[in-house]
Each structure stands twice: as C-alpha cells, then as structure tokens.
C-alpha cells in the first residue's frame, strides 16, 4: 500500500471540503469507498439501530502499515494523492483524506487491519478523535472498521436523523449503488442481525441484478456497450415493461462511481420515448467509461456530482448507447469512403473504423482530417445479445429469497375474486395503453347498441355514481336535454353534441372524478373498499420501500390494502382496493409509501385525498379504450349530473369537458368573421 502522507496546505485548500459524516449512510458509503480503494473483493457491512448504534465494515483487502493507522486519522492524510496534478486525473473513490477524520471526531472508532507483509495485526481504538488503546492482535489480511455510537457527542445532530428503518434503508440504497457498480465486488448487507442482501461477486451484472430486485428484473434486462469517441458506456437496462412511476431503480455510474444526474435520466428517458408511458420512469444501470482527465468529481463533498469537459458530447452519446440496445441494433456500422461507399473488410476481418474524435482538455473536439463522411456511431457487435443470469443464482435466489412453492399460480379473472365494492371489468388489456393510437383511424364512429352484450361500464359507472350523486331522474334531466354521443377521438375523448354545442369529453378525467368521489365517500365512511385476491401476489420491493410499508400497514389497511411482511425484502398482498396487473398494485402501493413519506410537508388530508386520488387514476378507465354508444350516454348522463353539482375537473384540476360553440366552429373555418 502506498505510503500514507498529510496533504500539503495548497492542495487541501483547493478540496471541495465538508462534513461527510451528515448520517449513518455516509459513513457507511465512505468506509465501503476506502475498502474498494484497498482492493477488496470481498465487504461485509453490518449496522444496528439504522447504523446509529453500530456500523461494521470489514474487507479483505490489502489492510493499513501498523506505524500508519494512527496517521490515517489524521484530516487530509491519503494516500491516494501527491500533489495538485493528481486532483485532475483521479481514479479512486476516495482522495480527500477527510474521511475517517470526520468519522471518529463524531464517534468512537475502532479499527482492526493487517497488510499481507505484516506478522500480525494491530488494533486502535479511538474516542472522538483521540487514540485510547492501541495493540498487536492476530487476524487475517485486510480491515475491520467499527463505528459505535455515531452523535453521540453532537446531540444537537441527531434531531435531523429520521427512524432507524428509514437510516437502514439508506443505507441499503448506498449499497445497492456500490453493488451495482462493481459487480465483481461480493457485498453482503446485514442489518439487526437479518441478511438483506449478499452478492455473488461473479463479475456479472445480470447476477447482481438478480440479487438485488429479484428474478423479473433479471428476466427483463437489456445488456448496453457501446463505444464512440473512447467513451465507453456499458450496463444493462430494462425492457418498457420494468419502468414505474418513479427513479428510485436508476443507477448513473461515471468510471464507477455512482453520481446523481437529472439530466442523465432525462436523456434516457428521451430514448424510450413512445416506449414507454408518459410518467413512468426506465430502469437502468449505465457506467460511464471515460480518461478520468476530462472528469471533475471534486465538486460536491459527497462526491455525487460531477462535471465533464464536454458535457453535451457525452449526453449524446449515452442516447445512442441506450437508443441502439433499446431498439436492437446488433451490426457495427462499417465506414464510407470518400467516393460515400462503405469500405469493404480488411483480410483479418475487422471493418476499418475511422479515427475518433478527440476530448481536449478545454471542452473542444479535433476530428481526424481523413474522415470526410459523417460518421455513425459504432458500438461493440453483439451489445444487444441478452444474457440470461446463472442458473444456479437462479435456484439459489427461489431457495433462500422466495420459496418456488409459494410463488402465486396463474388463475383465470386475474386471479381475484370480485367482492361488495364492484369495479370496472378490464378484461381488455388494451385498457393500459395510455399512449397507443387508434389503427382504425382517429374517430370511432358510434355503434348501434346490442341489448344482448352487457355494458361493462354502464353498469359500473351506475352503481358508483348513484352513490355518491342523486340519480339521474331526480335532476329533472330527460334524454332530450343531453348531448347525443357522436363518437370516439382516439378512443380517448368522446365527441358529443346538443342543439348548436359540440362537446369533447375527457373519458379517463371523467371516470376518475367518479371513482374519486365514490373511494372519497367510502373512505370517511369507514365503508369496506377491498377486493380479495383469490391468489395472494409476492411483491419485491427495495429494503427501505419495505420498511415503510410495513410501517404503515394500518394506513395502507384503511385503503383497502391488507398486506403482510413476506421476508427477504418482500411483501404478500392479500386484498387491494383496486382489480389491476401485478405491476400497476406495485405502482400504487409504492406512489402511497413515497406519498406517506411526504407528510411531514402536507396535512393529513391533504395525503389522503392524495392516495384516494392515485387509486381512482389507477381504477379509472384509460385512454384508447373502445367505447359503445351506450358506455358513452351513461358516461355523458354522469358528467352532465357532476357539472350541475360543481364538479367539472378530474381530481388533478384538468377539464372533464371541454365545449365549442357552432358560431366558434364556423369562425375556425372562416365561415364568419
């Protein structure tokens, strides 16, 4: 290992210094950073009390020189830079020597290691940054940091930690990112004496995958490698069907190192466009490889931010990387020739590449002269080849994490049972298309009603509005004073019109405002609002998704939830308040724990109608779903009854129906003036 020095004054003045030690998951995250640094292959890390009690990091790797643990203490010692140059080409995930200074002036630290040179180990003990015990102990190659007490002599800073589940949850999302990044890097997490994770170490990313969120994201991945301009952009991401609802599952990774970048997910989620649907979010997992030269990571104390020297070069490329892999591109583009021809293969069979263009340090790019054409990106052969994770993982995963015999069976009727609280019969998965067009064209023109075929959505839409509004006989409404259905625009908007008023009605916004009553009357009523689920669904969620479900099942029972801890990072979900797809009852009950986690910023009502409002979005009918003419009367009666009573919006505030009058029309088409 290299020899540990303190910094000299100018460089330390030029560290973008701070306090690292803000929550256990900090210290855990640069303890991990110092043993990645080491050449672990191996890190075991185990907290208690969500990491404020006791933190344990232990690794195998190469260990500290028993005359430098006390220096490594020291603020600004590292032994991971020299001087001012080294700054701008740093390749480890540490560099500060702030670390472990700040760690044990607000904690008591010990520390066990022994480098392979050494006969035996040493241990110190420090309290709050003073040596209190130091001696020769006998252990094995490698570091064990132990973190005791964390604040215990800043009480004022234990006011901004949250619970110990929420700390523990952290704590696993730092480690998930750390795990995720070095797949050849075997991490287990413990946490109160339980496993929450432990990675194979194997080097394969779809293994890791595996580990962390379960078979179905192992199914579902898309490996990426991609190379333009010496940058290199590998990972994995996932099929359309992986996205949710929110970027907790997004993982940006420079030279490996996880960074924070909202521009990042944006790009990507620019590549899936018309993919996947608007408000979902993709699942991804993308390193970065770049000379770490035209990197600045010494910009945020956390090191989760960066900057790169040609910023909108390197955004450009990570769209080709994920546009290529999302869409199947398998060939490497062979380049042209001056005369706008493709250069033929070499004898050895490599296709010539032109020369790439070159990052200078200023942020500009030099293209080779001899490249006179425009060139395509080339990206490695074989990048979309989609390699299914180790089967013995596989079986491990099944034995240890959810046993197979437990594993819910298809059944017909989505495999629920349809109690008291009747919903809308979505037979038709056509219903969860949001963004899909009409191939028939853009308007359906009204059918006539067959009296043999039941109305699915009549009879739902009756029974949930007579509940919650008078019926239609006591408004004083006939038939005569409503708009006659037209048709359908886009199988999305229902074209009505009455006397010299055409009307376009929102069917999505105005089944929700209904549904959203009906749950809001229920709700405060202590009414019964479950479906009982013939087969009970498992459903893998993060440590800390978990932990705050399971935290608050009694607000999760109230609407219409019974869920229960399955283990292993699991939950069974026995009833919902909705009848849905195994990924959308995922999607809402995690939209209502980030929700529940918001309530410190709202009033109490204010998340409830909040969560009765994400479940009549999830319950309302959706976009380009086909309507009959007697779905569409019923649904145009219900509206008309809601705007007599002042309900004219969704729960969102966006218009149910929108209105244009004949003299307006005519004046579109220049008919008037």
Same mark, same amino acid.
């Given at each position: ?10 460089? =330390? ?141 800043? #009480? ?23 795990? &995720? ?64 609802? *929110?970027?907790?599952?997004? @993982?940006? &990774?420079? *030279? ?31 390193? !970065? ?20 020297? *040609?910023? *909108? ?16 591109? &398998? ?76 594993? #819910? ?22 219903? @969860?298309?949001?963004?899909? @067009? ?9 059918? #006539? ?75 405060? =009523? ?88 994400? !479940?009549?979005?999830?319950? =309302? ?53």
């Amino acid at each position: 290992m290299p020899e540990i020095k303190v910094l000299p004054q100018e460089v =330390a003045d030029k560290i973008a210094a701070g306090e690292v030690a803000e929550r256990p998951s900090a210290v855990v995250k640069e303890l991990v950073e110092n043993s990645m640094d080491a050449g672990a292959t191996s890190i075991e890390v185990e907290i208690r009390k969500g990491g404020i009690e006791y933190i344990r990091v232990s690794d195998n790797g190469c260990g500290i020189d028993p005359n430098q643990v006390e220096t490594a203490f020291l603020r600004h010692a590292t032994s991971k830079l020299r001087d001012i140059n080294d700054l701008y080409s740093i390749g480890t995930m540490g560099f500060r020597g702030e670390a472990l200074a700040s760690i044990c002036a607000v904690a008591e630290v010990e520390v066990i290691t022994k480098t392979p040179q050494s006969e035996e180990g040493v241990f110190v003990k420090l309290d709050h940054g003073k040596v209190s015990e130091k001696e020769p102990i006998a252990c094995g190659v490698g570091t064990t940091m132990v973190v005791n007490n964390l604040f215990a002599n800043i #009480p004022a800073r234990m006011k901004f930690l949250k619970r110990d589940a929420t700390e523990a949850g952290y704590v696993a999302d730092v480690l998930t990112r750390m795990a &995720l990044s070095r797949p050849e890097l075997a991490i287990t997490y413990t946490c109160d004496d339980k496993e929450v994770f432990s990675t194979s170490g194997d080097g394969k990313l779809q293994n890791t995958v595996l580990k962390l969120y379960g078979l179905d994201y192992a199914k579902a991945i898309i490996p990426v490698d991609y190379t333009e301009d010496n940058i290199r952009i590998f990972g994995v991401i996932g099929k359309p069907e992986l996205a949710r609802g *929110n970027r907790s599952r997004q @993982t940006f &990774l420079v *030279n490996n190192r996880y960074i924070k970048s909202h521009v990042a997910s944006k790009i990507v989620s620019e590549a899936y466009r018309n993919s996947i649907m608007i408000g979902k979010f993709p699942f991804f997992v993308l390193n !970065i490889r770049i000379d770490p030269e035209f990197v600045d990571v010494n910009v945020h104390p956390a090191k989760t931010e960066i900057k790169f020297s *040609n910023e *909108n070069r390197i955004y450009d490329i990570l769209y080709h990387a994920v546009s290529n892999a999302l869409r199947g591109g &398998l060939s490497t583009p062979k380049p042209k020739t001056a005369g706008n021809t493709y250069a033929s293969e070499n004898p050895a069979g490599e296709s010539r590449q032109p020369e790439p263009n070159r990052v200078e340090p200023n942020g500009t790019e030099s293209r080779a002269e001899s490249t006179s054409y425009a060139p395509k990106p080339a990206y490695h052969q074989g990048s979309r080849r989609e390699e299914k994770p180790n089967p013995k993982i596989v079986k491990e995963y099944l034995e240890n994490v959810v046993s197979a015999d437990s594993i #819910p069976k298809p059944v017909e009727e989505n495999g629920m049972i349809y109690s008291g609280f009747n919903f809308l019969d979505e037979d038709s998965a056509e219903n @969860t298309a949001d963004t899909q @067009t009409n191939d028939s064209g853009i308007i359906s023109v009204c059918e #006539p009603c067959d009296d043999n075929k039941s109305s699915a959505l009549g009879e739902t839409v009756q029974e949930s509005f007579e509940t919650i509004l008078p019926k239609t006989d006591d408004t004083g409404f006939s038939a005569e004073e409503l708009p006659l259905p037209i048709g359908q625009a886009f199988d999305t908007y229902i074209l009505c019109q009455k006397d010299d008023v055409f009307y376009m009605i929102d069917q999505h916004a105005a089944h929700e405002r209904l549904r959203f009553e009906k749950l809001k009357k229920s709700y405060y =009523a202590h009414e019964r609002m479950s479906q009982m689920l013939l087969s009970p669904m498992i459903l893998k969620l993060d440590y800390s998704e978990t932990q705050t479900v399971l935290s608050n099942l009694k607000t999760f029972s109230a609407f219409g939830f019974d869920i229960e801890d399955f283990g292993s990072g699991s939950i069974i979900v026995n009833a919902t308040p909705i009848i849905a797809d195994e990924s959308e009852i995922r999607d809402l009950i995690l939209e209502i724990a980030e929700a529940l986690g918001e309530t410190g910023k709202h009033s109490i009502a204010d998340f409830e109608e909040r969560a009765l409002d994400m !479940i009549s979005c999830k319950y =309302a009918i959706k976009a380009n779903h086909k309507l009959n003419s007697a779905e569409m009367q019923d649904l145009i009666e219900k509206v008309w009854v809601m705007a007599e009573s002042g309900i004219t919006t969704c729960p969102h505030g966006r218009p149910i129906k929108i209105e244009f009058t004949k003299t307006e029309i005519e004046k579109l088409f220049k008919r008037r003036v």
